[in-house]
Every structure is written in C-alpha cells, then in structure tokens.
C-alpha cells in the first residue's frame, strides 16, 4: 500500500511543499528532493496503540470516577466524571457549578482505598469565581469524612489535611482565549512530575464570549481536541462550566447552553443544573453509559 506524505512526522508546511513538487506519496519522493528538505532522517507519525476491549474495560474499572460525596448528587455523577473524558456543568449563575467544582478539587484528593484517586487539580479561573476561602471550608467537612471512613491501618500512612487539600490544587487565571489556547499548551510540560487527575475551566462560556464568532467554533474544537488528547496520555479528567442562552424556536422562546449542537457534540457529558428556592437540581443529559437522570440536592 503506497503511504502518502501525511504519514511523516514533519512540519505540515514542509508536506505542503512535497505536494506542490507532484510528491503525494512516499515513494514519489527522490534522494535530492529528501536531502534538499532535510528528510534523510524523517519518520512516520506514530501509529496509535492497539488494545482489546478487554483492556479499555478494565482500564476504566480501575480510573474509577470523581464523586462530590453529596449523596443526592453522586446518584446523578456517578460513573461520569472520569479520566480521558469532558465533563460539561451548564445553568444559570447561582445553579451551584462552581461549588461542586470545588468539591471535585478536594475529592479526587482522597485515597484509593475511600474512593478518590489521590491526584491532584487544576483549577483555571476565567471569570474570577475561585474562593480559596470556600474551599477551605468544605475542605473542613471532606476531612471530616475521611476520618469516619479511615481504618486504623490508615491513620499514619496518609495525609489528609487543610494544608495538604489546598497544596494539590493547582490554581492559574487567564483573561482570554489566547491565553487559555497557550495554557492548554504548556500542560504537556506542567504535568511532569505531577498527579493531576482533574482539570477545572471555569467559566468557558465567560471566556468564549470575547471570541468573534467567526472564529470560536475552530478555537472550541482545537482547544477541546487537545485536551482530550492530553487527557488520554496524562489520564485525568475535564469539567467546564457553561452558562445558559436563549433561543427562539418557531415563536417560542426557551433556553439552552450556550454554543449550539457542534460545542455538544465534543462533550462526552452534560449535566444542567438549576435552582429553586434553597434546593438545587442536577440533571443529566448526555452520557454514553447512562441514560437520562434527574436528582434534587442541597449544598
């Protein structure tokens, strides 16, 4: 089978310029064209891992999935919010995103042995929602969990603390798009030497806005695409949180997260949240183990 020049592992203008010479495959390609554009040594792109579905199954089994420990809620999150995947938290202000983002920041802190992953966050604020304060307080109640859950055998051999929980959240701020397109970016290099088993953006909606629709729907994918990638080499997991819009539908108004079906499309899953009155409401939309489920929870 004759392989075309797509398959080298070179920059794509230099595959451009193959193809504008007539060289659209391998072998097309003579010794001065190679040794002109440097190609003596150029390899092929890597050819991606096969595995059984054996293998992807027990995988999963053993990623296990990033609870908040609110009972209620965890009925709806359960199985969800895994590694190699995307997460989406969509409602209005106030619906009660952010909190459980602060939640899944301490609780994929825990021990195996409890139910976490004992990884670490990283949490990107876009829209200057992060309250290091709050999380100190909820950080409180999941210590107190872990001591009533923590067998004898576990009391000196893991710690668990304030000072722990809030040292293994990783915190950065970005103002646009560009800036959060060169975080993505640095993340290969941030994650060495690091557990990071969850990455938080909040809010995506804020920072997309800013962004000429002309020219979201390519920065969504790419930035999107790369952080499944990522996610899939580094095993954590992606939530983001987005905002409501309305639309109008043969006279009928309702409303909807924001950025349309292509956006919905690259979840792997969306949770609404909404509130009435002191008690909220999460619901689950999209998920390719779980059909639709709906749960009241407080906070």
Request: glycine share 4%; proline share 2%.
């Amino acid at each position: 089978m004759e392989l075309s020049v797509d398959c080298l592992n070179i920059p794509s203008r230099i595959i451009a310029q193959l193809k504008d010479m007539g060289n659209c495959y391998l072998c097309d390609i003579d010794e001065d064209v190679k040794e002109n554009l440097g190609l003596q040594n150029a390899t092929l792109q890597k050819v991606p891992e096969t595995k059984t579905a054996l293998d992807v199954c027990h995988e999963e089994l053993l990623n296990g999935c990033i609870l908040t420990y609110n009972e209620n809620l965890d009925s709806v999150l359960k199985d969800v919010i895994v590694p190699k995947s995307i997460t989406e938290l969509a409602g209005a202000p106030g619906s009660g995103k952010t909190q459980t983002c602060f939640q899944l920041c301490i609780s994929v802190q825990l021990p195996v042995w409890c139910g976490g992953m004992e990884g670490e966050a990283l949490y990107v604020d876009t829209n200057s929602n992060f309250a290091s304060h709050r999380i100190l307080d909820i950080a409180k109640d999941f210590i107190n969990i872990y001591h009533s859950l923590r067998p004898l055998e576990y009391v000196t051999c893991t710690k668990f603390d304030e000072t722990s929980i809030m040292h293994h959240i990783h915190y950065t701020k970005v103002y646009d798009a560009l800036e959060l397109m060169a975080c993505v970016k640095y993340l290969d290099k941030f994650l060495i030497g690091r557990k990071v088993r969850l990455i938080v953006i909040d809010s995506w909606s804020f920072i997309m806005r800013m962004v000429d629709v002309t020219n979201r729907k390519m920065l969504v994918s790419k930035i999107l695409c790369n952080l499944r990638a990522l996610g899939s080499i580094h095993n954590f997991a992606v939530v983001l949180t987005n905002d409501l819009t309305t639309r109008v539908n043969k006279g009928e108004a309702y409303t909807t997260p924001s950025f349309g079906d292509s956006f919905y499309h690259l979840m792997n899953t969306r949770v609404l949240f909404s509130k009435k009155d002191d008690h909220f409401e999460a619901n689950l939309k999209k998920n390719i183990m779980h059909g639709q489920k709906r749960k009241t929870f407080y906070l």
